[in-house]
C-alpha cells in the first residue's frame, strides 16, 4: 500500500480522499493549519519525517476574487508552498501530485476543447499563479504531476465539507425564487468530487506532467444548468448573461493514462444516483 502524504486534508478534495482512498492508500495527513505558517525547512523536514510514496497536494487558495485582492497570500499558498514541496519530493524520492486549474486558460481566445499545449497568460491572480507554480514544480520536480481540475461539485452529507457549487446555486435559486444568471457564451468542465478522487489512483502512476482533469462540456452554461436542472427535477429561473469564455478543456492525455471520467451532464445524473434521489431528466 502506497503510504501518501496529503494536504489540505480539512478542505473540500482532501476530506473526501480521506473518506474515500483511505482504504487503498496509506493517508498521511499533513497536521491542520501547517501549511499556512510553515516555512520552506518546515515542509522539507514533514517529508523527510513522513518519507512518503507520494504527496498529493490539494490545499490551496481557490477563491479567485480573494487572490485578486490579496495577491501576496496568493503567490505563497498557490506557488511557493507546491515548489517547497516539489524540492522536498525530489530530494526523498516521493512523486507529488498537485492539483491545478482550469483557470489557467482564463482571457484564451479560442474555441473548443483546449489542450495542455496552449500557450497561456491567464487573465486573473489565480490563473497566474497556478500557471507559474505548474512551470515551476516540473522544474524542481520533473516527475511530478499536475492536475488542471474544473469546477468541482458534491451534494452535502457524510459529514464532510461543503462548499458553493453549481447544483447546489441552482437549488438555492429554485427554494429563494430567485434568479440563477449563465452565459451561452461561457463554456467549462463541472466535475463531481467523488469521481474526481477515484481518478487520483491512477493519477499517482502518471508520467510527469501537465493534465487537464475532469469532466469534459460540450455545453455552454447557460444549457449546462438547464441540463443539470432536468436531472434535479427543480426549476428556477434561468436568465442569460454576457460572460464570454472558455475554459473547456480536452482530456484526451489524461484518458492514454488511464483516466476517465463521466462528460459533465452524466455526471450530475450518477451524483443523483449516489445520494439515492430521483432522476427527473
Known sequence: MKRVLLTGAGGFMGSRILAQLGGCLDLV????GLMETADEEAVVRLVRQVHPDAILHT????DTGYCEAHPEASYRANVAVPVWLARAAA?????????SSDQVYAGVD?????????????????????LEAEQRVLDAAPDAVLLRAT???DLPGYGLPVRGNLPLNLLRAALRGEPAVFSPRDFRGVTYARQAVENLLPALDLSGGVYNFGSENDRDMMATAGAFCR???IVPELQPGDRVRNLAMDTAKARRGGLRFDSTVAGIARCWQDYGLDING
Do not use: I
Request: charged share 15%.
Open 29 to 32: 495527513p499533513v497536521p491542520r
Open 59 to 62: 490545499a490551496a487558495l481557490s
Open 91 to 99: 530530494a526523498t524520492g516521493a512523486k507529488l501530485v498537485a492539483f
Open 110 to 130: 479560442r474555441e473548443g476543447p483546449l489542450p495542455e499545449n496552449l500557450p497561456l497568460s491567464p487573465a486573473n491572480v489565480y490563473g497566474r499563479h497556478k
Open 151 to 153: 469546477w468541482l461539485y
Open 231 to 233: 436531472v434535479m427535477g
